[in-house]
């Protein structure tokens, strides 16, 4: 599936005008008509939600990638891609109420779906639990182990398979390598699941 795109009269706004994705995406699924949204939650620009098929009673679980479009003078403000779990999809961060909804409601349909729904348990074990990133103080560092399938470069060589000391920079989401030079790498390359916690 493609993108949906629509213009900003269409969407739902939040009390400051701005467009509500969490309200604009339950109202584009619902106009349809057949679907009734039973729970849904945003993480991040990611919409996760159990829905209801009124003509069968089946319920799925959905996973949307929105986009805004801040450039009011485009006809299309607002943007969308819609999936199920059975897909596999990239996003793997559906929160815990909306898994084990799905678990109850539409156990998983296939062995996408089942890893999909590991995959996402897995992420809310690691950001919860006491190593998370989210605890590591500025200054202290961890022991990444960097993927055997990385593609992640420094000065021309690979990062594949290696281990380095990074340390959390205070007020940036980045990590720093102090090596031959001091690298800075954002924390979006660099998974808690492949990391100790060390102390400063």
Request: charged fraction near 30%.
């Amino acid at each position: 599936m493609g993108w949906t795109w629509f213009g900003k009269e269409y969407c739902k706004l939040n009390k400051r005008g701005n467009i509500d994705r969490k309200a604009t995406m339950t109202h584009e699924l619902e106009s349809y008509g057949d679907v009734q949204v039973v729970r849904a939650q945003m993480v991040s620009s990611t919409y996760y939600a159990v829905i209801k098929r009124k003509r069968d009673g089946e319920h799925m679980l959905i996973v949307c990638l929105t986009q805004v479009d801040n450039n009011w003078r485009s006809p299309e403000n607002f943007g969308y891609k819609d999936m199920d779990d059975s897909m596999g999809p990239y996003e793997r961060d559906c929160p815990k109420a909306i898994l084990d909804l799905a678990d109850e409601l539409c156990p998983p349909t296939n062995e996408w779906a089942r890893k999909w729904r590991e995959d996402c348990r897995e992420n809310l074990r690691v950001k919860n639990s006491p190593t998370a990133f989210k605890n590591v103080r500025p200054g202290e560092s961890v022991l990444w182990h960097v993927p055997e399938e990385s593609r992640l470069m420094m000065g021309g060589e690979s990062l594949a398979g290696k281990t380095m000391r990074l340390t959390k920079v205070k007020g940036r989401r980045s990590w720093i390598h102090k090596g031959l030079w001091s690298t800075r790498i954002p924390t979006k390359y660099v998974s808690p699941k492949d990391c100790e916690i060390l102390e400063a």
